[in-house]
């Protein structure tokens, strides 16, 4: 074997002269795991593309590949080490550019030799599946042992099959098994054939995007796909929607309780469920509640009422009820953060002002300045809360005999 200098912390792999193919394998395999990107990426990215393109040539273009497209894709790695490289004899068309995603992105350059070779492809789809998914000519596409073989390891490369292959039951409930957004790329017959839709639906939630309307209200294919994500209820039926145990179970998935916006109108319209609904979420769900049933008085107070109610739920009681003196006034008696999302009117209205800032006195801040520098107002404010010195305008700290009035109250 020839001498070669080797760069300092690396370990060049080395090729004896009489280039056997089998050698580049071998080696692969008995390089211990911690020292294979230094010995086998490194080296070949920093050795000279010269001395690379004189190796590579006599190396057998299948075995050699494969063992490569292996090395990059268990291990991840981000260099390809044929970079910039011409390797017409390793069946490639193009030179080698610098790609994240080698193992999809690399096969898009194979030439035709591997290209249309169906055993070749059937290897190296089980190393790494989604390899068809730039490679999906005809021949490919429509080899029934490649595409189960892929859409086994990854399922949306049914995407890529062929028309035949996609009416293929066989192919279909290998990719839906493996993800049930697979399920989309099928024939139509199979989005209503229920034991198809079930492992789907086991797989991912996604599927029911793709399912039949027949099975869209079939409680056991939604409950399966809910227990992925409470998102996948908005895919359900209009039967499902109004189903309060199955609703409830969605929105128990989600603190904020967003599942509460596909409930129906019948379910948004009972306010026994919808107030179990707003405690459970502390309030979130109001962003989807009916703007009819905020509006009853009611029913307002019993939300207001609920304790550890988020803030958050404040901004949506607000937008129904901010045109509403009434509601606004009976609001800020609970909560006074209302006057920060109320009508610029509303925050000169002294008795709204002054049941808000007596609820919380940090709301001072939002209220009209009018009312702010009104030092009669303000008074009256300290009296019901003194805490509120410590908004006091700079012209009030100044008024030592208002400052005196205040002082007293403490």
Same mark, same amino acid.
């Given at each position: ?8 912390? =690396? ?17 692969? &395999? ?14 070949? +990215?920093? @050795? ?52 994240? =995603? $080698? ?30 998914? $730039?490679?999906?000519?005809?021949? +490919? &596409?429509?080899? %029934? ?18 028309? %035949? ?20 790329? #099928? ?49 359900? @039926?209009?039967?499902? *929607?109004?189903? &309060? ?17 596909? #409930?129906?109108?019948?379910? *948004? ?39 550890? %109610? ?29 006057? *920060? ?70």
């Amino acid at each position: 074997m020839q001498a070669q200098q080797t760069p300092p912390l =690396q370990v060049l792999l080395l090729l004896d002269q009489s280039f056997q193919s089998n050698l580049l394998s071998t080696k692969i &395999r008995d390089i211990p795991h911690y020292l294979k990107y230094q010995t086998i990426i490194d080296p070949i +990215i920093s @050795g000279g593309s010269e001395h690379l393109k004189e190796t590579i040539k006599f190396l057998d273009t299948r075995r050699d590949w494969f063992t490569i497209l292996k090395f990059m894709n268990e291990h991840n790695s981000c260099h390809n080490p044929f970079s910039n490289v011409s390797i017409s004899s390793l069946g490639f068309k193009y030179s080698l550019a610098y790609y994240r =995603q $080698n193992a999809f992105e690399i096969g898009a350059q194979l030439g035709k030799e591997l290209k249309f070779d169906s055993n070749f492809i059937f290897q190296i789809v089980g190393i790494s599946p989604g390899f068809i998914y $730039n490679n999906s000519n005809e021949v +490919i &596409r429509n080899d %029934r042992e490649v595409v189960l073989r892929s859409v086994k390891g990854v399922g949306s490369m049914l995407s890529i099959a062929s028309d %035949r292959l996609k009416d293929d039951r066989e192919i279909v409930m290998a990719a839906v098994k493996q993800d049930g957004g697979s399920l989309g790329y #099928a024939n139509d017959r199979f989005k209503s054939d229920r034991e198809i839709v079930m492992a789907a639906a086991k797989s991912s939630g996604h599927a029911l995007k793709f399912v039949h309307e027949s099975l869209r209200n079939d409680r056991e294919i939604v409950e399966l796909a809910i227990s992925h994500c409470w998102s996948f209820i908005g895919s359900a @039926g209009e039967e499902i *929607k109004n189903d &309060r145990e199955i609703i409830m179970k969605a929105i128990m998935r989600n603190e904020q309780g967003s599942a509460f916006q596909y #409930a129906s109108r019948e379910l *948004k319209l009972d306010k026994k469920f919808v107030l179990e609904v707003v405690r459970k979420s502390k309030g979130f769900a109001l962003e989807y509640a009916l703007e009819e049933l905020i509006k009853d008085r009611e029913f307002l107070v019993e939300i207001l009422e609920i304790p550890e %109610r988020s803030s958050t739920s404040t901004f949506y009681i607000a937008r129904f009820i901010k045109d509403d003196r009434d509601l606004i006034l009976l609001t800020a008696k609970y909560d006074g953060f209302i006057i *920060k999302y109320i009508n610029p009117e509303f925050k000169k209205d002294k008795e709204i002002v002054f049941e808000a800032v007596s609820q919380n006195v940090n709301v001072f801040q939002h209220i009209d300045k009018s009312l702010r520098d009104d030092k009669e107002f303000v008074l009256r404010l300290a009296r019901k809360n003194s805490k509120i010195i410590q908004f006091l305008t700079k012209s009030m700290k100044k008024d030592h005999e208002f400052m005196s009035q205040i002082n007293k109250l403490n």
